[in-house]
């Protein structure tokens, strides 16, 4: 009789398998969303940022500019770029981006970028 | 003409700065290929804007694949009509690891780049069936262990009623 339960455990092991390779084949995760506003506002014409594979030179690396800053200070320097510029005198960056994204939007870039500098 | 020909080298190595003294601009994308299946086609449209402000119309920008093998596959976006807006269609033709560099066409020594992106397999429910567990392959395991009970059975139900000679 000790047979049916090694039977079983046969038929519930293979049953596992395929469960495991259904779980292989689902999509992976869509990106992020922060990612989606970093191309969206072309961030990357400009900043090299490792996490969004940018490499442009126009503006600072923002791994350097803004390593161990705050969140509130990553915002700052979106919306308002030239309000800390070192060296004094005023920035290229556009300080328009307020007006050009939503709450929402504005809030994913600073996530994106805050993560991706490990910010404080 | 002395003095002409002593401008003349300054010139030539001062006209790539010249070119650029326009600046730079931003090119943003209205979407990433993200999530893309092999052969589908990513339609995107690109905005550029000199200095990030200023939308620029006249410029043939283009989107450039590239392969883990490093092939590069250029697609050109077409003006759509509106201030600095062109649309582009890439497709990625195999699955697996790319990437993607855009060119503004107006400084194209500085083209942005993305990070890469993992492309799909064409098929969209290509799951390999897995065999049924009660199937083809488990059977043979089930027969053989019916068989293997009823032998047993049966040589217990006999030994029950002949059961085996004593000896005195």
Known sequence: MRVVPALLAVVALTACGDEEAERRSQPAPKGDPGLKVWAAQGCGSCHSFAPAGSTATIGPNLGNSLGGRSRDYIRQSIVAPNADVGGGGGGIMPDNFAKRTTTAELDALVKFIAEGVRAR | ?168
Not at chain 2, 18 to 40: I, K, M, N
Not at chain 2, 68 to 84: E, H, I, L, W
Not at chain 2, 111 to 122: E, G, K, Q, Y
């Open chain 2, 1 to 168: 003409m002395r003095r002409c020909l002593l401008i003349l080298p300054l010139l030539l190595l001062t006209a790539p700065a010249v070119a650029h003294a326009g600046g730079f601009a931003t090119t943003g994308l209205s979407s990433t290929p993200d999530g893309l299946r092999a052969g589908e086609p990513w339609k995107v449209e690109l905005t550029i804007l000199q200095h990030g402000r200023t939308p620029m119309s006249e410029l043939s920008p283009e989107i450039v694949t590239v392969n883990a093998d490093g092939n590069r596959t250029s697609f050109r976006a077409k003006r759509t009509g509106r201030p600095g807006r062109y649309a582009a269609t890439v497709r990625f033709p195999k699955a697996g690891q790319w990437r993607y560099v855009v060119y503004d066409g107006f400084n194209n020594a500085m083209p942005t780049t993305f990070p890469a992106v993992l492309i799909r397999s064409d098929a969209p429910t290509t799951t390999v069936r897995q065999p049924d567990p009660v199937g083809p392959p488990a059977l043979p395991i089930v027969a053989g262990g019916v068989l293997l009970l009823g032998t047993v059975g049966l040589w217990l139900t006999r030994r029950r009623r002949h059961p085996p000679a004593r000896l005195a």
